[in-house]
């Protein structure tokens, strides 16, 4: 049995492939354009209407009907970041005359922070 893997491929509105990929390999063979890509377009613009930030997801399949699905996202934290950051210049001013190398420990937990960031960002939320 031969194990077949998933690929993917993400394009833009033209339909230019993007030199990107999320979790799986990145897909080399060619995908045509579909007929119908301007409608699909539409319906999707249609369907996000009223949700600050959404994907939509359509699928046309072999009978020519289209599914669809949609996942919506919500940040609404970005406040509770900006507050840890400035705790932070808060700590470095409090205690820069006790503690000399206070900001470079600071330094090392912001660069810390970014890079978990960068981890949740890339794996725990779902893209596909």
Not at 35 to 44: G, H, Q, R, V, Y
Not at 105 to 110: G, M, P, R, S
Request: aromatic residues 18%.
């Amino acid at each position: 049995m031969i194990e077949k893997k998933t690929k993917k491929s993400f394009y833009d509105l033209n339909w230019n492939k993007l030199n990107y990929t999320s979790n799986y390999p990145f897909n080399k063979e060619i995908i045509h354009k579909p007929k119908n890509l301007d409608l699909l377009i539409e319906l999707a613009e249609k369907l996000a209407v009223g949700f600050p930030h959404v994907r939509v997801d359509l699928y046309v399949l072999k009978d020519y009907s289209i599914k669809f699905q949609m996942a919506c996202f919500k940040y609404d934290n970005l406040l509770i970041e900006y507050m840890q950051k400035i705790i932070l210049f808060g700590y470095i001013n409090l205690f820069l005359i006790a503690v000399p190398l206070c900001p470079l420990f600071i330094f090392c937990i912001l660069i810390l922070e970014y890079v978990l960031d960068s981890y949740k960002l890339v794996h725990f939320i779902n893209f596909n």
